[in-house]
C-alpha cells in the first residue's frame, strides 16, 4: 500500500485493524496411570480385592490400541494437510506474500484444534515444506504479531490524525517485514475493492480473537464500520437492520463463549451484547423471548435426533417409514409432514450449526 493516500484510504487501512501430536501424549499419559493404578492394585495383601494378569493384560492391551488409534488419527490429519498445502502454495511458497498467506490455514487448524492447533500446523508446515519450514512460519508468526497489534491498538490509532495514523501502521509492518512490507501491502486494488477487502480482513480477525474481551469486539466493529462508512451512510439507519448484531453473533470467538455458558447465563450475555450495540429495551425483551423460544425448540430437536438415531439402527426398512413419522408426530405435531418432507429431500434441520443470538 503506498504511502500516499487519502482520508478514506487511511481511515479504512486503520480500520484493517480491527480484524495428535498432543491427543497422543494425552493418551500415552492416561495409559501410564493406567498401567501405574494397575500395578498398584495387583500389589494389594491376598485378603484383599486383586485383578487377575488376564484382566490386567486386557485393559493393557485396550489402552494400547486407544494410544495406536489417537496417533493413526494424527497422522492421517497431518497427511491430508501437508497435501493441500502443497497443492494451494507449493509453486510460490518461497515468496513471502505466498507465506503470511498460511495465516488463514493456521487459524483454521486452531478453531478445529484449540488445544493443539499451533504445533499441528508446525508439524504439517514442516511436513509440507521441509526446506522452507522456518522461513515460512516466522512470516505467519509476524503476520499474527501485526493482527494482535492491531486488535490491541484500533481504538488508540481511530482517534490519530490521517498523517500519524500512516506512519504507525507502516512503522510497525516494516519492523515486522522490512522492506517485503511495501509487497504484502501493496495497492493493487481500487478504492472501493480496497475498502470491501479492509472491512473483511477486521471481520476475520474478530472472528478468531478468542483472548479479546466481548466488548472489546463490539467497540472495534462498531468503530470499524463507522470509520469506513460515516462519511456516506445514515449510521442510525444502518444499525437498526441489525447487520451489526448478525455479524458479532456470527463471529466463532463469540460462539465458543456463548457454548460455555447455561442457557440462564447465556441469555443475560447475549442482552448485554444488544444494549451495547444500541437495541431499547423493547426489542431486548422481544429479542430475548425469541431467544428461549429457539433454544426450547433446539432442544427439542436434540432429543428427537437421538430417538431418530436409535430408531434408524433398530429398525426393519419394512417398519421403519411408520415409526420415523410416529416420532416426528410426537416431537413437532402438526409440523411432522415438513418434517418429513424435509427429510426425505436430505435436509436435516438440526444438523446445521447452532448459533446463539440468530437461530
Known amino acids: 500500500m503506498s504511502h500516499k493516500s487519502s482520508k478514506s484510504t487511511f481511515s479504512l487501512v486503520g480500520m484493517g485493524l480491527a480484524l495428535g501430536l498432543i491427543a497422543g501424549s494425552f493418551a500415552y499419559t492416561s495409559y501410564v496411570q493406567e498401567k501405574s493404578t494397575i500395578n498398584n492394585l495387583s500389589r494389594k495383601p491376598a485378603g484383599e480385592n486383586t485383578v487377575s494378569n488376564s484382566d490386567i493384560n486386557s485393559q493393557e492391551a485396550l489402552t494400547a490400541i486407544k494410544v495406536a488409534t489417537s496417533k493413526m488419527n494424527v497422522e492421517a490429519l497431518k497427511s491430508e494437510w501437508i497435501q493441500k498445502l502443497r497443492e494451494k502454495y507449493g509453486h510460490m511458497i518461497h515468496d513471502i506474500v505466498t507465506q503470511v498467506q498460511l495465516k488463514s490455514d493456521s487459524n483454521e487448524l486452531l478453531k478445529l484444534y484449540p488445544q493443539q492447533g499451533r504445533a499441528l500446523f508446525g508439524s504439517i508446515v514442516d511436513g509440507a515444506f521441509p526446506k522452507l519450514s522456518a522461513q515460512v512460519l516466522k512470516a505467519v508468526s509476524s503476520m499474527l504479531i501485526y493482527d494482535r497489534w492491531l486488535l490491541d491498538n484500533t481504538l488508540i490509532i481511530n482517534k490519530m490524525d490521517l498523517a500519524k495514523q500512516n506512519t504507525e501502521l507502516w512503522k510497525k509492518r516494516e519492523s515486522l517485514f522490512g522492506e517485503d512490507a511495501k509487497r504484502i501491502w501493496s495497492d493493487k486494488i481500487s478504492f472501493e475493492e480496497e475498502r470491501r477487502v479492509t472491512l473483511e480482513e477486521a471481520v476475520g480477525l474478530l472472528d478468531s480473537s478468542y483472548d479479546t474481551n466481548m466488548y472489546e469486539r463490539i467497540a472495534i466493529l462498531q468503530t470499524a464500520f463507522k470509520a469506513q462508512y460515516d462519511e456516506t451512510m445514515d449510521w442510525d439507519a444502518f444499525d437498526s437492520t441489525g447487520i451489526l448484531s448478525k455479524m458479532l453473533f456470527g463471529f466463532d470467538s463469540v460462539q465458543q463463549e456463548l457454548a460455555a455458558l447455561s442457557n440462564e447465563q447465556r441469555q ?89 443470538g440468530l437461530n
Do not use: C
Not at 275 to 294: A, H, P, T, Y
Not at 301 to 329: H, I, P, W
Not at 333 to 350: D, N, Q, S
Open 268 to 356: 443475560i450475555e447475549i442482552d448485554s451484547i444488544r444494549r451495547s450495540i444500541g437495541f431499547n429495551e423493547l426489542s431486548i425483551n422481544k429479542k430475548s423471548q425469541q431467544d428461549q423460544k429457539r433454544e426450547r425448540r433446539w432442544q427439542k430437536g436434540y432429543l428427537y435426533m437421538a430417538e431418530r438415531s436409535e430408531l434408524m439402527l433398530n429398525s426393519s426398512d419394512e417398519v421403519l417409514t411408520e415409526a420415523l413419522y410416529k416420532l416426528q408426530t410426537r416431537y413437532f405435531r402438526h409440523e411432522a409432514p415438513t418434517i418429513a418432507k424435509e427429510e426425505r429431500e436430505g435436509i436435516m434441520r438440526f444438523d446445521i450449526p447452532r448459533v446463539y
